[in-house]
């Protein structure tokens, strides 16, 4: 597939309607992303953009996105949970911490077996090897990304797509939760387009093509059933997530948590003892361990009380 064979109509991006924009924006943070990704067209085209059509065209999104940000900042409510953001780490800290998430996340590119709901991620306030390593190959990526939004627009759009989704919650604003997979759901579209388009280029004969295009697709699809099967329960879920990160006290509560809804209070107990063994302060999982085994003293009745309930990645 040639995408340079004819020349086409380009579409008026921009001048849908700006309603979705807004109630997308309300639902999930990624959508502020949308002018973006407008403009990532408009830089991926072939033929030099006239900027002052560009303006016109987008002007509404990026005015829309200007005062988003501008209710969210004055909202008492946004506001506090800005601060909160801050207070996590400081910027330098916040910055090498998204590093290593940025490069976990690409990492299950190449080990989608090995997914986690909640990894865990640590907080890291130094440089070592790792990090350097993962900051060049970075950086390369997204420098083949930008110089190749003219020459291979396929290319240059798809990976500066991958960093843009990525930028809302993995950049500069700090997150407890360091990285989590589902952040890749949005910003993958990017890399497998650029994917696609990239092996079509490659003019492979169409006779190569069926038996290795089936194997990966066979192999994807199995990873895939694997990984919705670890969704059957909360008991499996969390019991996958441990498995991933034996050392998240989280994933071993909400572990317990799952295992006392099944009244299965022995099994919570020890879940339980996993988290407090990993963090000793653990006010949910020392008040659920206490509410199992009162549970297992009543023979499986109801104790007084209510377990505390598990707390999300």
């Known amino acids: 597939m040639d995408i ?3 020349a086409r109509p380009r579409p008026r991006l921009g001048v849908g309607p700006r309603p979705p924009f807004i ?3 309300a639902t999930k943070e ?7 990704a407008l403009l990532l067209c408009e830089l991926s085209a072939r033929e030099r953009p006239d900027w002052r059509l560009v303006a016109r065209r987008q002007a509404a999104h990026w005015l829309l996105l200007v005062l988003m940000l501008g209710f969210a900042l ?13 207070a996590q780490r400081s910027a ?3 910055l090498l911490t998204q590093v290593g998430g940025i490069g976990y996340l690409v990492s299950r590119l190449f080990a989608p077996h090995h997914l986690n709901i909640d990894p865990a991620l640590p907080v890291l306030m130094e440089w070592n090897a790792t990090l350097v390593l993962q900051v060049l190959l970075l950086s390369v990526l997204l420098l083949i990304g930008i110089l190749n939004l003219r020459k291979r627009p396929w290319l240059g759009f798809g990976i500066c ?14 997150r407890i939760d360091v990285a989590n997979e589902r952040q890749l759901y949005l910003a993958l579209w990017g890399l497998a387009v650029a994917l696609a388009f990239q092996l079509a280029q490659m003019g492979f004969p169409k006779r190569v093509l069926p038996a290795p295009t089936i194997a990966v697709l066979a192999a994807l699809a199995i990873t895939c059933v694997q990984r919705q099967l670890d969704y ?5 879920l969390w019991s996958a997530s441990v498995r991933e990160s034996p050392w998240n006290a989280r994933a071993w509560n909400n572990l317990g948590y799952a295992h006392a809804l099944e009244g299965n209070h022995e099994k919570a107990v020890q ?9 000793p302060k653990d006010f949910r999982a020392r008040h659920n361990l206490e509410y199992s085994r009162a549970a297992m003293r009543a023979g499986g009745a109801r104790p007084s009380g209510e377990a505390a309930r598990p707390s999300g990645p």
């Open 271 to 279: 879940a339980y003892t996993e988290a407090l063994t990993f963090a």
């Open 4 to 6: 340079r064979r004819k």
């Open 232 to 236: 059957r329960s909360e008991i499996a």
């Open 23 to 25: 109630l997308a924006a």
């Open 92 to 94: 330098a800290d916040n």
């Open 74 to 86: 004055a909202h008492a409510r946004y506001r506090n949970l800005l601060e909160i953001a801050l």
């Open 30 to 36: 990624t959508a502020l992303t949308l002018p973006a």
């Open 161 to 174: 797509w991958f960093f843009l989704q990525l930028a809302p919650t993995n950049s500069l604003l700090p």
